[in-house]
Structure formats: structure tokens, C-alpha cells
């Protein structure tokens, strides 16, 4: 008789759907709690457990740590210069103040009773301040403010939890507050054993190593996730080969697991979320300074076009202008656009210059040379638009389709 073969069992498809959502989340908040607006993603997470770590091990080299209340990506980094800042509820980054005051907090509840007022908090910072060395003086309005963030960021992360009280207006009040303590995920804020290592500069060199089951693999992909435009001239030699060979499948791994649309081209690639939830900048987006730098982008990336194109893909990938090409294609959007951006970047066209810059360089499609230019990133110009004054008075860039192809210099190589 001959053998019949069966099927394939077909594969659960609103399981594949709360697999992409809970590793979406996690990228998103890499610390998901029970406490916040992620108990939800949480109980996902917890019921595709094995799935996600395998997932995050075999594709990313992170580990994933899974508790009854809560859940850590401990996501790796790239490097000295690849980071983000943690930022104040205000949206301002933090500074090496609030970085200190935030670790001798967590030294400080390390040792704390699981519940407390906010007084006793300071005086346990304090103590861990004396013992560590460091100078601080929770008198002055300028460290209680910074402590404040540090206190807010632990909030947000579920270690802290404010029973009563006013602890928003603490650092420019004394106000009282009663605090809860999660003592329980004090350890997953450490992402890395901090052993042999004698500078800050090392852990994040031995955190952004990848796997050694994963290489060239993990490398690509972790770049792909935390920094989404892809320059294959920035790859080491091991990483770039092992790209061409697999680009048109990691289009289809990228989709599947998170997703996310991979857009390749033959400078690299750029990875898009057609959700718009995955990134912790936003670009184009909305303002007066993102408005601005989409329109500065625009002109330069036109400017930079025609001389891209003569010359062999693996030189285009960033295209230099010069600061004072910069200087005047800025004054010409100012002059062409400017009466729908706000009053300060109308008065001033440093300040808008500057926080145009700032949006760009966030976004990883330029770079800031040392002598003021600019190199832009191949993947620039999808970014076209088309723009109006509205009745109101602001600027309405909006997002068209790229008047040729979906990169600044090359054709799709993929």
C-alpha cells in the first residue's frame, strides 16, 4: 500500500497574531508590569513564553526573563554611540544628575523597607550618596528636581508605586507621599553583570557583543530593530556579506515576528512599522521642528541626487553637504515655508536650524560632520512630500509616494 502523506497542521493564526503583539510590546517596554497599561501584553507574554524566548535567543541574542508579575527583555544595546537617553516625563532627556540620583535610588531601595514615605527615601539616597562618594545636595531645587525624574521613571517602570500623597509636586513643595515598594523587580533593571568591568564605556561594549551562536546574524538584525536605517557600507565585511545573501528572507522573518516592512535598497535598508508604534522618535511627525526638517530634508536630499548617481552604490550611502549649503537651503524652506512654524523658529533661524538638526540626527538620516555639514542617508528622500499653508497659519507637510524610487540614490537591489 502506498504510504499517504498528511498535511501540515495549520498553523494557529491568532496565536501567530498574540506572539507578534507580545514581542512588539516588549521591544516597545522592554520592562512590562502587571501595574501599568501593559498587564494586557503581559498575560500575552506569559502565555507564549517558550515561543518568545527562543524567539528573542535564536533571533536577537536577548534574554527574556518571565515572573508572575512582571516581564524583562534584557535587550543588548550597539554600542558606545548607538544609545537612547531615558527621558523625564517632560519629554527633556536625562543628564548625568538624574542618571546618578536614579542608581543611588535603586541602591537605596535595594536596602528599604516595602513600603515608605517619600522623607525616608531621600534620607536612604543620602546615606547611599555619602557611601558612594558622591556630592549631592536634595536641598537645592536643581537635585530635587532630578530626583524627582529618577523617582517618576521608577513609577513608570513599576518598581514604585505611590499610595498617597502629592508626589508630583514633592521636589518644588515637600509635599508628603506614601510609596509602595516592588522589591521583587529591582533586579530586572540590570540588564548586564557589572563584574571585571572598570569602565562605563565597557559595559556597553561587552552588552552590544552579539551571540556567539547568532554573529553576523544578530549583529544585522539588532540593528535593524533599535536603529532601523541600514547602511550595508557601515557593516563590517562578515555582517555586509551575510546580508546580500539573506536580505530577501529577513524581509519575510521581519514581517512575520514583529511585523515591521523591511523596504530594501541597494545602499541597505530601512525597517518601517506600518503602525507607528515601535519607534521612540517619531519622523516626520507633528511641530513646528519636525515640519521643518522634513522640508530642509527634502531640498538637500533633490540637491544631492544627481551627484549620488554617478558614482558606484557602495559610495552613496551618505552624501556630504556642506555647512554652509545647509545654512542657505534653510533659510530659503524659512523663507518659502516659514510663516507656518512657530513664532520661535520664525525669529530665529539658528534655533530652528539647530532643532531641525536635532530631529534628523535622531531619526539616523544624517550626520553631523565636525566641521558643521551634513552626510545624508540614502534613505532620505522617501521621505517626500507635499506641503501648504493652512488657514490657520501652519505648515501641512504630507507624505506622498516618492516622486522615483524609494531611496535617495539607488534602485531596489533586492
Not at 569602565?199 to 561587552?206: A, I, R, Y
Not at 547568532?214 to 536603529?227: D, F, K, P, T, W
Not at 523658529?345 to 534655533?351: G, N, T, W
Not at 517626500?384 to 531596489?412: D, H, K
Request: proline share 5%.
Amino acid at each position: 500500500m502506498s504510504r499517504v502523506e498528511r498535511p501540515a497542521p495549520a498553523e494557529d493564526v491568532q496565536a501567530v497574531a498574540e506572539r507578534r503583539r507580545a514581542a512588539r510590546a516588549l521591544l516597545r517596554h522592554p520592562l512590562l508590569h502587571a501595574d501599568g497599561p501593559g498587564a494586557d501584553d503581559l498575560r500575552l507574554v506569559r502565555r507564549h513564553r517558550a515561543e518568545l524566548e527562543r524567539l528573542f535567543a535564536d533571533g536577537l541574542g536577548y534574554r527574556l526573563i518571565v515572573e508572575p508579575t512582571a516581564a524583562r527583555l534584557m535587550k543588548s544595546g550597539l554600542g558606545r554611540d548607538a544609545g537612547r537617553p531615558l527621558l523625564r516625563r517632560s519629554g527633556r532627556p536625562f543628564g548625568p544628575r538624574g542618571y546618578a540620583l536614579l542608581c543611588l535610588t535603586v541602591a537605596a531601595l535595594g536596602r528599604s523597607r516595602t513600603q515608605l514615605l517619600v522623607d525616608e527615601l531621600v534620607a536612604q539616597v543620602r546615606s547611599a550618596a555619602v557611601d558612594a562618594g558622591i556630592d549631592v545636595d536634595l536641598d537645592a531645587i536643581a537635585d530635587r528636581r532630578a530626583l524627582y525624574a529618577a523617582l517618576s521613571a521608577l513609577v513608570d517602570l513599576g518598581v514604585l508605586h505611590e499610595r498617597d500623597g502629592d508626589l508630583e509636586h514633592w521636589a518644588e513643595q515637600r509635599t508628603a507621599s506614601l510609596l509602595d515598594v516592588r522589591r521583587d523587580r529591582l533586579p530586572l533593571l540590570v540588564s548586564a553583570a557589572l563584574g571585571g568591568l572598570e569602565q562605563p564605556g565597557d559595559l556597553l561594549d561587552v552588552a552590544a557583543l552579539p551571540s556567539a551562536s547568532g554573529g553576523a546574524r544578530v549583529a544585522v538584525r539588532r540593528r535593524l530593530v533599535e536603529s532601523p536605517v541600514l547602511a550595508t557600507a557601515d557593516l563590517p565585511e562578515e555582517q555586509a556579506e551575510w546580508w546580500r545573501r539573506n536580505r530577501n528572507r529577513e524581509r519575510v522573518w521581519f514581517a512575520d515576528r514583529f511585523g515591521l516592512e523591511l523596504e530594501i535598497r541597494a545602499e541597505g535598508a530601512i525597517a518601517v512599522d506600518p503602525a507607528g508604534e515601535l519607534s521612540d522618535v517619531e519622523f516626520p511627525g507633528g511641530g513646528s521642528a519636525r515640519q521643518f526638517a522634513l522640508l530642509l530634508l527634502e531640498q538637500l536630499a533633490d540637491a544631492s541626487r544627481p551627484a549620488a548617481r554617478e558614482r558606484e552604490a557602495a559610495d552613496r550611502t551618505w552624501m556630504r553637504v556642506g555647512r554652509d549649503v545647509v545654512v542657505e537651503t534653510a533659510e530659503a524652506v524659512r523663507g518659502r515655508w516659514g510663516r507656518g512654524l512657530k513664532r520661535e523658529h520664525r525669529e530665529d533661524p539658528a534655533a530652528a536650524l539647530a532643532d531641525a538638526t536635532a530631529v534628523l540626527a535622531d531619526s539616523g538620516l544624517i550626520r553631523i560632520e565636525p566641521d558643521g555639514g551634513w552626510s545624508i542617508h540614502a534613505a532620505a528622500a522617501r521621505y517626500t512630500v507635499q506641503a501648504s499653508i493652512t488657514e490657520s497659519g501652519g505648515t501641512g507637510p504630507e507624505r506622498t509616494e516618492p516622486r522615483n524610487q524609494q531611496s535617495l540614490f539607488g534602485q531596489e537591489d533586492g
